[in-house]
């Protein structure tokens, strides 16, 4: 499970009240004469519809969730029509607060979006692009991404946001939310820290495997520790390739002993940098 710290803010749900329970039939009223054969008729009639009702109903909430290889065909569709990436957990606090506001516009026939969940612990499509917490959600037209919110709302306020954001155009801003692949493979290191547990949940975000391979590079020593941040920084330039991931993974060369390497690759991230990149 992704640390709970994924969570934009805590909150308090209060229990709901219990309701009372359907009645399903409703027994004739006096004076109107049924005959046994006709009443129970009614009752396994109504009794099939209810149970195709609930069976469609959860159908519906189970279409809600998507998976990662399943955004192309769902919401990033090229349809002229708005979707929302909804990111959610079954541990987010504020989720749950907004889950009647979001079921209800899932199953509202006037809704102006249509809403797909993603659950961050079972995808990761949320490390691709750096959601920074949850619940966030994407508004995405025609796969390009119109506007982005991160936090709960009130149901009005959520409505006016999904309201505004249905009449905007399709952006030039393509949602690329498949990860790059990578030749790689997590290393781990020495250090307790630097687990293959830990290290995966890095591994499709560039800015944080830089960060963590250059920390390794000004901190540890251990061979082993070395070849962990070589791993983690060679995987970032597969995501971007910049002149400070390069110089990152001069420095880790360096430290390794290979220095004509290290000036190689010193060079090329030099020469970016001085491009703009």
Known sequence: MKSLFLCV???VIPLSRKRKPPHYWHKPQVGIKLDSITANTIRMKYLLISFFSLVALSQLQAQQYITDSEIATTAAVVDDEMKILYFTASWCGPCRMMKPTIEAMATDPKSVAKIYKLDIDENITDEVLNIPGVPTFLFLKNGTLVDQHTGALAPAAFNALVAKNAKLPA???????APVPSKYKVIAGSHPKLTKKNLDQLWHREKLLSQTASSIAQNLTDKQDLLSGMALINRA????????NLYVKSSLLRKMGQIKEADAVAKEAKNLMISGK
């Open 9 to 11: 803010m805590c909150v």
């Open 237 to 244: 330039i597969e995501i971007e390739k910049s002149g400070q």
């Open 171 to 177: 952006s030039k801003n393509l949602l690329v939310y």
